[in-house]
């Protein structure tokens, strides 16, 4: 393997990391949703609309700040999602379509006045890249796994407490016994509306964290099509993943592999259309959730 093609991969590799952040943060916040027994389809447009958030807070008072704008609108979103769904009755699947075209539209609308066209691209701070010393001058290894963005640390660090919740605590149990039988869970004593409810609303606080990893993370940024469906990919994520947190950032490693490798290859293989490239990433995510769909461990009340 020749130096250019370490360097090639070193690139692709930290790409990978970088772009995986967004859809495994989203992807938590639907696994911890799904759980509950509760699916929400409104995740691309929560996602858009934490990633407008970021950039007007990041504005007014840095990368915090934005992170916090988010994250606060992610999980206003999911208190609207959990007030119709588990309150009102309304139908999951119905419910999560609209929030995500609400999401989209109205951040849509609202970037319009905040930023008419015609002015130029406003620019705001990103969160920090972080070096680790010493492990980040390790050759090959050291500028992909210890030379990356804050949120992406985060994100690992969120990786870790969430699995450990999950598996080893009552607060763990009691969100996977909502989410495999409701009745048996209320004769037990467990209050499954306040459970659902706070599940909803954590997720799109996550689910809106994972806008803010776009815009705040690498872009610094916001325009129309940010997410480029990445909320669908991410619920995709959690199917492959089955349920499970370590399973999500496997499926958003997946992706982000694949999207990285397009984006560097657009440069070198210019014989063949961008378009190939672009639809690389959802084609290897769509044939791996067709092999792993028939999986029958998805929680029991799961939509209803």
Not at 75 to 80: I, R
Not at 105 to 127: C, D, H, K, N, Y
Not at 248 to 273: K, T, Y
């Amino acid at each position: 393997m020749t130096w250019s093609d370490l360097v090639f991969w070193q690139i692709v590799l930290g790409g990978t990391l970088r772009l995986a952040t967004p859809i495994f943060l989203a992807a938590l916040g639907e696994m911890i949703t799904e759980r509950s027994g509760t699916i929400n389809l409104g995740i691309d447009g929560i996602m858009t609309a934490g990633a407008f958030s970021a950039v007007v807070c990041a504005s007014f008072a840095g990368w915090q700040g934005g992170l916090i704008g988010a994250a606060l609108t992610g999980a206003l979103y999911g208190a609207v999602v959990a007030l119709w769904v588990v309150k009102g009755g309304a139908n999951q699947i119905i419910t999560g379509i609209a929030i995500s075209l609400v999401g989209s539209g109205l951040t849509s609308f609202l970037f319009q006045l905040w930023q008419p066209s015609g002015q130029s691209m406003m620019f705001v701070p990103l969160a920090p890249n972080i070096a680790i010393p010493f492990l980040s001058e390790i050759p090959l290894i050291g500028p992909i796994l210890f030379k990356q963005n804050l949120i992406t640390y985060a994100a690992l660090v969120l990786l870790v407490v969430t699995a450990w919740l999950m598996n080893h605590t009552r607060l763990g149990l009691v969100l996977r016994a909502v989410g495999d039988g409701v009745a048996a869970s209320a004769i037990r004593g467990i209050d499954t509306d306040r459970v659902r409810m706070i599940a909803i609303i954590v997720g799109g606080c996550l689910m809106g964290l994972g806008g803010a990893a776009i815009t705040i993370g690498f872009l610094g940024s916001f325009n129309d099509g940010l997410t480029n469906g990445r909320g669908y990919v991410a619920l995709a994520v959690v199917i492959i993943g089955r349920w499970s947190p370590v399973g999500a950032v496997l499926g958003a490693f997946l992706f982000a592999f694949f999207d990285s490798l397009g984006l560097r290859a657009q440069s070198g293989m210019g014989f063949l259309p961008n378009e190939v490239f672009s639809m690389l990433p959802y084609a290897m995510t769509l044939l791996v959730l067709i092999v792993t769909a028939r999986s029958k461990i998805a929680p029991r009340e799961l939509g209803r």
